[in-house]
């Protein structure tokens, strides 16, 4: 237990230092800022799986599953690694409600910055209740591996995230029904009054809830993704943790290259495939931690080169449309 709260304490402390020190003034993150930090939390995902390895030797966390350092290690980095690359269309579908709601670049990091709470509670509370059912019920790690495959063939057959327009969801109409929205941007506010209400919500706040509603559908792909690798609620919560933490840094990163990364989807596709059969068949093939790794790894290696070979400049696929 009190590994949890430390780690609790740590992901607190660190969102104060982001919002309160690094990014306290808004302002536009340069793709050489956001480089920075996305190679520093990749690095950080890294070095904590030598934490992992250091609290597996010990008796200072619960091991349900009696993991082998060194597997509790490669689970860690493999989860970490599949929650990655699935953030992949997360970025896709933050860039285009930022479009739709006309988010001025420089107040994009704190819709962000508070969309990642929201996600690390929404996730917590998804991973308690998957890895309950699936240590309840057995057949649940059927049910998931099937929805997995079921999500890889939609995407393969489907360009329904392209064609996704914010202001044409369930999420914003029904918001609308509940709150006033305005417009107008004042700075940074969530909230403003207008002439017709004492209170309406600014374009920041839609874009956050609608930011929020699709994390939690993408969750329901990434959970029982993780929860092929393992039930082990620290080493599922912990790698997803990181794994939001980044995704800020990353989508600034990749936010003028998108169309030069479109052939990652088809290594989110072999991903997918890859952890649905093997929750499906895990009774009948066991897949060593290091082989797991090392298709998800050769998996978004191939789907980066192929897309920076092919890929098309921002320029060039705003032409075709």
């Not at 982001?18 to 950080?44: C, M, Q, R, Y």
């Not at 670049?105 to 996600?119: E, N, P, T």
């Not at 980066?304 to 060039?316: C, D, H, N, P």
């Amino acid at each position: 237990m009190m590994v949890w709260i430390f780690f609790l304490i740590a992901i607190v402390l660190i969102l104060a230092l982001d919002l309160g020190v690094f990014n306290k003034n808004p302002h536009i993150i340069s793709t050489k800022e956001a480089s920075k930090w996305t190679l520093i939390w990749v690095t950080t995902s890294f070095l904590f799986s030598g934490v992992i390895y250091w609290l597996y030797t010990t008796d200072y966390i619960a091991n349900p599953d009696n993991l082998k350092p060194a597997v509790a290690s490669m689970k860690f980095i493999t989860g970490y690694l599949i929650e990655l690359s699935l953030s992949i269309d997360n970025i896709f579908v933050i860039a285009i409600i930022f479009a739709s709601f006309k988010i001025p670049q420089k107040y994009q990091h704190r819709v962000l910055f508070w969309g990642i709470l929201g996600a690390i509670v929404f996730r917590g509370l998804m991973i308690f209740f998957g890895v309950m059912l699936i240590n309840k019920f057995t057949w649940m790690t059927y049910l998931f591996g099937a929805f997995l495959i079921f999500t890889a063939l939609k995407m393969l057959f489907s360009g329904e995230d392209e064609d996704f327009q914010p202001k044409d969801s369930f999420v914003y109409k029904t918001l609308g029904k509940i709150i006033p929205m305005t417009s107008e941007m004042n700075g940074e506010k969530f909230f403003v009054s207008t002439k017709t209400a004492k209170k309406a919500a600014t374009p920041l706040f839609v874009a956050l809830i609608v930011i929020e509603v699709m994390d939690v559908l993408f969750a329901i792909d990434s959970v029982p993704a993780i929860l092929a690798i393992t039930s082990d609620p620290f080493l599922v919560f912990s790698s997803n943790i990181f794994a939001i933490l980044g995704l800020r840094s990353m989508y600034f990163f990749l936010a003028n290259m998108l169309a030069k990364f479109s052939f990652l989807e088809y290594s989110l596709i072999a991903i997918l495939t890859f952890v649905g059969l093997k929750m499906i068949l895990h009774d009948f093939i066991h897949v060593p931690e290091w082989a797991s790794l090392g298709f998800i790894a050769l998996a978004l290696l191939v789907g980066i080169l192929v897309s920076l070979k092919y890929g098309k400049t921002e320029e060039e696929a705003k032409l075709e449309e």
